[in-house]
């Protein structure tokens, strides 16, 4: 915990660091907050995003991230709330770490092995150029993943529960961290199938993933359905591809560069720490064999896929493109660069040269390469007032409906607005995130265009008769055709199958975890009545 604020110490004199994701989490968890008081308890589209227009973004956004930072800022204030979230972020980093070392190192190893991990200098840039709440909170994970996968030789399938429920937990927090978690979960079960000689694990493994899919599949069910909605492919554009953000990648534009080169530098000292610290731990070796070769193995392994020539296996392997930004992977590398370094290194004068290495390489590209970016208590409540008085925010292009473009919208345009020839009068009663209502008297007939993107989601009723919508050709607006005369407009943001689906599958995957847990503790719950 004390860790965590030292990270965190630097902004309370400097301000409150904007990194490259910070506006995005911040309205959203504004927006999740400010749907929670109308009585939306799990929030799907995200209304005030183009500035009013709308788009899907809790559909295809994991909702841990966004339901954590909505809840803290239900009773603090908005200018601390992103500090709030990192700490508590770090912190159960820490202790995730505590409990894997623990296993192996003496008690004062396994706390600093857990406060190298929590202020790892990966983590530090999320903190203080990314702003990647949600990848931030999925590295409690990773540490928790090898603990139980280690666990699953002594306790075989009674492990698949936890890590059904630590592969459920990645899907919900953060999806190219869950991509990463799926692929290091994978890659880990055949290094200890090997060194076991065994093709156990690999079963518990494979049982596990699919039980967290199945858990998970209230958001995974929808996603993949959905996907063709919206302009999905923008997740991949140029600048966030693979291809674009390898390790020392210059491309067309100099702020890229910039950032690119500055978390190169801390990957390649990382890198070469931990290549240093797995030759120097290598008598763990005889002590701990399957932990050594774990951590050896995953730190190579993510080491590669952050080097251009790894692309293939972008190409190849399912998904695996999603991670975007092959940088990430140090979130994983982090997990065998605390561990490894601990024991490596058991004086601390060693220790906190290292230490001071990996700040001293934070501390030059923060000064020479590229300066955080910080916002104030003032921009901070300029964005909350955008939000109440409806003027909205800027939303991302990977979830605009498909078609649209958000680019050619208006974002001064009228709530409703009719086109055609004769005459309008236009009231609106309700104008809610996800239901509208209001009237429009016309002399003749024609269309209603609305400051909303169009939807499959959607449904509407004019004079309580369903209605077959239209889209903007060009900005994707919903256009509903009216008679002359009085007609009264209801729209709604329904429950489509896919959604249905995935919710009766999770479900089930919940009944079936329960039952597990019951079957586990039978003895204690229904214990044998003595023999007389």
Request: with cysteine.
């Amino acid at each position: 915990m004390l860790t965590a604020l030292a990270v965190l110490l630097p902004t309370f004199f400097l301000g409150i660091p904007s990194g490259h994701d910070f506006e995005f989490h911040v309205n959203s968890w504004m927006e999740v907050l400010s749907q929670w008081k109308h009585g939306i308890v799990f929030p799907r589209w995200a209304a005030l995003a183009h500035y009013g227009f709308g788009e899907a973004r809790f559909i295809f956004y994991p909702p841990a991230s966004w339901m954590l930072g909505a809840a803290l800022g239900s009773f603090l204030p908005w200018k601390i709330v992103p500090g709030v979230y990192e700490w508590i972020a770090l912190t159960l980093s820490g202790c995730a770490m505590f409990l894997l070392a623990r296993r192996f190192l003496q008690r004062r190893d396994a706390i600093f092995a857990a406060t190298l991990y929590a202020a790892n200098p990966y983590h530090i840039v999320i903190v203080y150029w990314r702003s990647a709440f949600a990848e931030l909170l999925a590295g409690a994970l990773l540490p928790l993943l090898l603990l139980y996968l280690l666990r699953a030789e002594e306790e075989g399938s009674k492990t698949i529960l936890p890590l059904g429920l630590i592969v459920a937990a990645a899907w919900l927090t953060n999806v190219p961290s869950a991509v990463m978690l799926t692929y290091s979960l994978a890659l880990l079960a055949v290094i200890l199938a090997i060194l076991r000689r065994s093709a156990r694990i690999l079963l518990v493994a494979a049982a596990a993933l699919f039980l967290g899919l199945m858990l998970a599949a209230f958001y995974i069910v929808p996603v993949t359905y959905e996907q063709k909605w919206v302009e999905i492919a923008q997740v991949l554009s140029p600048g966030v591809r693979p291809l674009d953000n390898f390790l020392f990648t210059p491309i067309d534009n100099p702020d890229h560069n910039r950032f690119n080169l500055l978390v190169s530098l801390v990957a390649a000292a990382e890198t070469i720490s931990l290549a240093v610290a797995g030759f120097i731990s290598r008598r763990w070796r005889a002590r701990f064999p399957q932990f050594w070769w774990l951590l050896t193995g995953w730190g190579v392994a993510t080491a590669v896929l952050m080097l251009w020539f790894s692309f293939v296996f972008y190409r190849i392997l399912p998904e695996l493109r999603f991670v975007q930004l092959p940088w990430r992977w140090l979130l994983c590398l982090n997990v065998a660069f605390a561990l490894l370094l601990t024991m490596a290194w058991r004086r601390w004068p060693l220790r906190a040269l290292a230490c001071g290495v990996m700040l001293a390489v934070l501390a030059w590209g923060w000064h020479r390469v590229q300066p955080p970016w910080w916002d104030t208590a003032a921009d901070i409540a300029e964005m909350q007032d955008n939000q109440d008085n409806g003027s909205g925010y800027e939303g991302t292009d990977e979830y605009v409906p498909t078609g649209a473009d958000a680019y050619e919208i208006n974002k001064d345009a009228h709530r409703v607005a009719f086109e055609g020839e004769g005459s309008s009068q236009i009231h609106v009663t309700e104008w809610a995130p996800e239901s509208n209502a209001f009237s429009a008297s016309v002399s003749k007939s024609g269309k209603l265009v609305l400051k909303l993107f169009n939807y499959p989601a959607w449904k509407v009723e004019v004079n309580g008769r369903p209605v077959e919508t239209q889209t903007h050709e060009v900005t994707g607006q919903m256009i509903i055709p009216v008679d002359a005369g009085e007609n009264h407009v209801r729209i709604k943001f329904v429950r489509t199958p896919d959604r249905t689906m995935g919710g009766f599958i999770s479900f089930g995957a919940g009944i079936l975890l329960l039952g597990g847990v019951l079957f586990s503790k039978r003895d204690a719950l229904f214990p044998d009545a003595p023999v007389s």
